[in-house]
């Protein structure tokens, strides 16, 4: 199974940016739709953003929707989420999965989940 290793969380207060990256283990990671989703202790996970095998069809939650943008490099086996305009509510931890798309939302693919990557917003 693909493995995938977040980076780039960290403490930033409200109305900062932070870059999240995802580096994937496997040569098929052009074949995936990846995707971000966060996590906290208090709340059900939250999908946050997808993004299709060429990059050219990306899906947001309505929570980061004009804030968050993902993107990926499919040659250097990595997708990214670029944050702005960070708010309080968006403390979490991040995790990076191949994922699974409908319209009914999407859901990450059993075993291709990263160990996340924490971000804090300070109020």
């Known amino acids: 199974q693909m493995q995938l290793v977040e980076s780039g969380g960290g403490l930033v207060q409200t109305g900062g940016s932070l870059r999240l990256s995802c580096a994937a283990s496997?040569?098929?990671?052009?074949?995936?739709?990846l995707g971000w989703f966060r996590q906290t202790p208090t709340k059900e996970r939250e999908f946050v953003a997808a993004?299709?095998?060429?990059?050219?069809?990306?899906h947001y939650g309505d929570s980061v929707k004009g804030r968050f943008t993902i993107s990926r490099d499919n040659t250097k086996n990595m997708v990214y989420l670029q944050m702005n305009s960070l708010k309080f509510e968006d403390t979490a931890v991040y995790h990076c999965?191949?994922?699974?798309?409908?319209?009914?939302?999407?859901?990450?693919?059993?075993?291709?989940w990263g160990q996340g990557t924490p971000v804090t917003v300070s109020s």
């Open positions: 999965a191949a994922v699974y798309c409908t319209g009914y939302g999407c859901i990450p693919l059993e075993g291709y």
């Open positions: 496997e040569r098929t990671f052009s074949s995936y739709t």
């Open positions: 993004i299709g095998l060429s990059g050219g069809r990306t």
